[in-house]
């Protein structure tokens, strides 16, 4: 090493250049403030870390400074200042999304988060602009980080699934209704369930969703509720490759490919919508994105095919292809696609609309007397009561509100039923972590694009404007796919801006909303391991041809029978062989009493763990 070199003037005033100097004392303070936090109590608390004295933070930082000058020094050529400060960032932003636990506040930490991180991630970016222009990875390298993402993304939401099915966290709704189904279609082939609306009935009258079928082959093979967990996970993460040939067809560098197939594959919103367990949506997100791929491609036959599949999922995700068709005539003067596609879609909503109203009345008058439930079947077009002026108008009611009153849409838009802002959390949880890209476009055809996320606002329904559940995998397609049209069309330095806030947004709202549930699942099964195993043995006594009532969290450990209830949901019935309660949960005592009164015995009960009582004969 050439030291004259390396204390030449040019070196020392490059290195101590008024920029670098401050970029050097940020990254000293930030790096200390991340150890700090790292540390014992909680940093959202006033009183954290008040004993530190001034000359203690004064002293830690001069020393810091001092290291990042040496290191400066040495490696002068590069922007090493700026790598620095992006890794002491990055520190603190763990620290403080990982420690965090505020769900009141959460809506403005994660903003704040993001704006201060992002700056930091523009300037490092920026810095490094000559050294990244020089890096373009080739299709293999792309495609060897898309394969990557969809593997981590897929085996995070696994892992949390089933650790949620194995620690006794997935309920009935809506999770062991469909271990109950699929139970019933390896044994017979139908979609029969009994613990959905407590009496014996296809699911497919509550929701028409044949594509379930095409996970019946993996249950048939591997037949255990964690199968299904993971076939949920691998659906959703096999998105990845349509979003990355979509960014092919667009002409996106090897670099934006990436950065975009990262966001899709740790989509905030996506993992959140699989933990509360599994649903057909999400077979919405693949689906739908392959429909806009051979599209773009001209291959018409596949894009129908997926479309069709598309429809199969539920009888509402018809709304889904009325709106690409709309938007392939509006935007691409695609009129004979357009038509065909929306009268596809249009015929089979009226279908499946009619087939389950008139299902709806059937069993209401079927099971009138068996039953305190009269909804048992058909369209839930109540979500949207809010829309409906008389109630027997149903979504030609919402329709017409829309047409005759689009201002009071409006007082809608962005209300709730607690007055709270969870609808401006969810519009920053679905936007954010694309940096806002879906909206930035001069073409007002690609609005059609972002219209399907006025379902989920024009709602009362609390649960659609909660990334937590599942009613937003559609959309994501089409913010994704919106996504990648704008990047398109922006230039070098606003895309690459915008992108790297999405990154960065995308990097913090997951760190906050999903990584807590990880550690909360993975921290539950270790600390009682023992405990659910010891749970399932006592769970497997229990004959196979026995039909049982039992507590939520208990159906889907018990569903491969022909008979399994919800027992709030049993009226306490006689007419069951065993009743099992969860005790590691509170549960109603009244519930016990109501069977013991009506001759059941308890023939097993271990503290905290599971009770049964058994019909006596």
Known sequence: ????????????????????????????????????????????????????????????????????SALNLLFCKFESDSWILMA???????????????????????????????MVAIYFVARNEELFSKFEPGRA?????????????????????????????????????????????????????TSER??????????????????LPFYYVFPSPITLQILQAV????????????????????????????????????????????????????????????????????????????????EDAAIYIILFAL????????????????????????????????????????YSAATPNPGIAGPMVNRFDNLIFQRGDGLAGAVKTLLVNPGYLLTQMFSTAENGVEKLAYVVRMLAPLGFL???TKKASRWLLVAPILMNLLTMYKYQYDTNFHYQFGIIAFLVYAAIQNTADLKLPTRRNLLTIGAVACCCVYLVTIMPTVTTY????????????????????????????????????????????????HGGEADVDYVVIDMSRAYDQNQVNTYLNKGYVVTEFYEGKVMILEKVK
């Open 1 to 68: 090493m050439d030291i004259r070199k390396l204390f030449s003037r040019g070196t020392l005033q490059s290195v101590f250049a008024w920029d670098r100097l401050i970029c050097r004392v940020i990254s000293a303070w930030l790096t200390f403030v991340a150890v700090k936090t790292f540390g014992e109590g909680k940093f959202s608390d006033l009183s954290f870390a008040q004993d530190a004295s001034f000359s203690t933070v004064i002293l830690w930082v001069t020393i810091l400074f001092v290291a990042f």
């Open 522 to 569: 993975v921290n539950r099964w270790k600390n009682g391991r023992e405990k659910y195993a010891e749970m399932r043995e006592i769970l497997d006594t229990i004959p196979e041809d026995a039909s049982v009532a039992t507590t939520p969290f208990m159906v889907a450990h018990l569903a491969d029978r022909d008979e399994i209830y919800e027992l709030k949901y």
């Open 88 to 118: 002491a960032a990055t520190l603190c932003v763990f620290s403080w999304a990982l420690k965090y636990n505020n769900i009141s506040n959460q809506l403005y930490f994660m903003l704040g988060l993001i704006v201060v991180y992002s």
């Open 198 to 215: 407590d009496v014996l009935l296809s699911h497919f009258v509550v929701h028409i969703s044949p594509i379930y079928y095409l996970m």
């Open 141 to 193: 390298g792309v495609t060897t980080a898309v394969v990557i993402f969809a593997i981590v993304s897929g085996a995070v939401i696994s892992l949390v699934t089933t650790f949620r099915y194995l620690t006794f966290a997935s309920p009935n709704f809506d999770f062991g209704l469909f271990c109950n189904m699929f139970y019933n279609m390896k044994e017979s082939g139908l979609p029969l369930i």
């Open 327 to 366: 938007f392939i005539i509006i935007s691409r003067k695609k009129f004979l696609h357009g038509i065909i596609l929306a009268g596809i879609a249009a015929g089979y909503f009226v279908g499946a609309y009619a087939i389950l109203s008139n299902t709806s009345a059937y069993y209401a008058e079927l």
């Open 235 to 314: 659906i959703l993460a096999s998105g990845v490759a349509p979003v990355a040939l979509l960014c092919r067809k667009f002409k996106l560098s090897g670099k934006a490919t990436i950065v975009i197939s990262f966001i899709y594959a740790f989509y905030p919103a996506l993992s959140g919508g699989c933990f509360y367990d599994l649903h057909e949506n999400c077979f919405l997100t693949p689906l739908l994105l392959w429909v806009f791929y051979f599209f773009e491609k001209e291959k018409y036959l596949p894009m129908y095919i997926f479309a069709v599949l598309v429809l199969a999922v539920k």
């Open 438 to 440: 879906p909206l930035c």
